[in-house]
């Protein structure tokens, strides 16, 4: 079970960071990570980390902007999100799989979250 919170509506040029708290068996919950769907688009692979602390980001246009880190005590991942744009308005997603490889395909994840609501205002 995943349940994000942190979203919301921002300024362009903003910050935000969501969380995502995981619950149930640990290990269903090795790589946790973040997706995330504009309308009308697909689902857009933001990046995950595992519980060894290896982690995979997205596209270049979220390189340097975006941080992805989790702290195991709590089953907890988090995306920092710095410089928000426009373009990044969309429901983010938190993610669970039970595989220490980070995959960007959505299919490879068995846990989804509801998702929040992120809204970047210009």
Same mark, same amino acid.
């Given at each position: 079970?995943?349940?994000? /919170? ?6 362009? =040029?903003? $910050?935000? %960071?969501? /969380? !995502?708290?995981? /619950? =149930? &068996? #640990?290990? #269903?919950? @090795? #790589?946790? =990570?973040?997706? &995330? ?5 697909? &689902?857009?692979?933001?990046?995950? +980390?595992? %519980?060894? *602390? ?9 390189? =340097? %902007?975006?941080? +992805? ?13 710095? *410089? ?8 983010? @997603? !938190?993610?669970? &799989? $039970?595989?220490?490889?980070?995959? %960007?395909?959505?299919?490879? @994840?068995? /846990?989804?979250?509801?998702? #929040? ?6």
């Amino acid at each position: 079970h995943l349940v994000e /919170s942190g979203g919301g509506l921002v300024q362009a =040029g903003d $910050s935000l %960071r969501l /969380s !995502c708290a995981a /619950s =149930g &068996r #640990t290990q #269903t919950t @090795y #790589t946790l =990570g973040w997706f &995330r769907q504009a309308p009308g688009r697909e &689902r857009e692979f933001v990046g995950a +980390i595992n %519980r060894s *602390g290896a982690f995979t980001n997205n596209a270049d246009s979220m390189k =340097g %902007r975006f941080a +992805i880190s989790r702290d195991n005590a709590l089953n907890t991942v988090y995306l920092q999100m710095n *410089g928000l744009k426009s373009e990044d308005t969309a429901v983010y @997603y !938190c993610v669970a &799989r $039970s595989s220490s490889i980070i995959s %960007r395909a959505p299919s490879d @994840y068995t /846990s989804w979250g509801q998702g #929040t609501q992120v809204t970047v205002s210009s």
